[in-house]
Structure formats: structure tokens, C-alpha cells
């Protein structure tokens, strides 16, 4: 647990025009702990990894990746430093096979051979693990809209990483497909990855997150167990409203 955050932020601020999407943030993830991250829609957390991942510049403040400032850093150089990030807007390459897009990570990434037949078997083990094991030969377009979240997922994936972060992958499942990308999360949990679940979905949060962050029109409004943000006052009043406090209250369990 001790040792320099895999990652950390200090006083990470991001203005859009008049808006800031991000303010303020000051935070840290210990090496293999999960950190949630929920908040309503616009309170910046895509902004957010999208400081940490180099897409966006920050306006005031850093980002520590292992203690180093890469905030000078590309997106692929940061990507190199193994930090990998889903989009909420799933990008796929149209002309490639589902099992080529994967590919294309390992090819390039960290351990990439630039041969193509070893980047294309390490493909489908990473297509298994997400789920799309027969997938492999088909198009992007033709995936569902779970399917195309998933290889977002095994995009991410396919650049071993040691930090993860997943920007609502979940979004558009239904509760059962929602358990394998839970089990999945565990297990690279387990394997020592450090990960950053935005997820809306509150018992995805709950299965996987040792810490949750909660932001609020771009400021942090707390951290705490998942148990400790869950019962916080300001936390149901901004993000779960009330009719999440009255079910709360009547004992009904979940969210
Ligand atoms: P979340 O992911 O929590 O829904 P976002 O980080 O996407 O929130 O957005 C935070 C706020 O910043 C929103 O008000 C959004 O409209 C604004 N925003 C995000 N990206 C941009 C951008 N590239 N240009 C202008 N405004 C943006
Ligand atoms: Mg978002």
C-alpha cells in the first residue's frame, strides 16, 4: 500500500470558455486499488481522465503518473507509461476486423513485436477474457452497443496496463451482462492493475471500488468507502436525489 500513487493529482483544473469542467481536484490512487468515480452528468469526470491520459492539457495544476509530471507528454507516450483509457464515445477503426482493432494495441503497445500473427492470437485471448470470443471476425458496426463497449474494453486492455481507466463501459448493459465485466475487473484487480471505474451504474461502483470519488460540477466533493459515500448526505442529495434516499429510508436494498 505504501510507496509513490500509481497515479495523483494536485489542485487539476480544466476551463472550458467560462465553464470549469474541472476544479481544483486534489487526489491519489495507491497501487492496485480501484477508485470509483461517480458524479452527475457534466461534472467533468471524462474531462478528468482525459487530464490524466494527456488528450486534454490541464488549465492550472498536474498530473503524477508514478510521481512523474508527463503533462507535456503525448497520449501515446503517456499510453507507453502503460496507462490505457476507454472512450465513452466508442472509436473503433471501420475498416479493421473486432480481432484487428485489438491487434492494433498490441502491435503498438509496450510489449508489441510489430509482428502481426503473434499481435492477432494475443487479440483473441484478450477478446476471450472481455467477452467477445466469437467476435473476432466481425466488423465494428456490427456490434451491439454492449459488444462495442466491450472492445473498448479489450482495446484498453490489449496495452497490459498497469493503470486502467474505464469510462462508463457498462453504460447500456443490462444487469446480467453487467456480472462478467464486474468478474473481469476483479480479476485484473486481483493481478495488481490499478483502476478507474466511471461508471452510473451504483452497483457496479459497489462490486469493485475500494475507494469512490464524487464530483460535482467539477469539484471533488468527497472520497470514502463505498459505504461512507453512499450514506453522506451531500452525496445522495447531489448525485442520487431523492428518490434514492426515500428507497434508502423504506429499506429496500441496491440502487
Ligand atoms: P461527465 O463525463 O461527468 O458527464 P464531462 O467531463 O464530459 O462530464 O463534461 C464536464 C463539463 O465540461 C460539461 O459541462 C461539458 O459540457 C463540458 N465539456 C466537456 N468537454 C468539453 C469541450 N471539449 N469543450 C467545451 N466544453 C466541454
Ligand atoms: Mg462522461
Redesign the pocket.
Known sequence: MSGTPVLATQGLTRR??G?V??NDVTMSVPKGQTLGVI??????????I?LVTGH?RPTKGSVLIDGKDPTDAKPWVIAGARVARTF?IVKPFRGMSVRENVAVGILYGPEGTGRMAPALRAADEVLGEVGLGGSGDKAPGELSVADARRLEFAKALALRPRLLML?EVMAGLRPAEIEPSLALINTLKAGGMTIIV?EHVMKAILAVSDQVMV?NQ?TLLMTGSPREVLSDPRVIEAYLGQKYAQRQAGGEAGA
Open positions: 472550458f470558455g465553464l469542467a474541472v458524479g452527475p452528468n457534466g461534472s467533468g469526470k471524462s474531462t478528468f482525459n486534454l465513452q469510462d466511471v464530483l467539477g
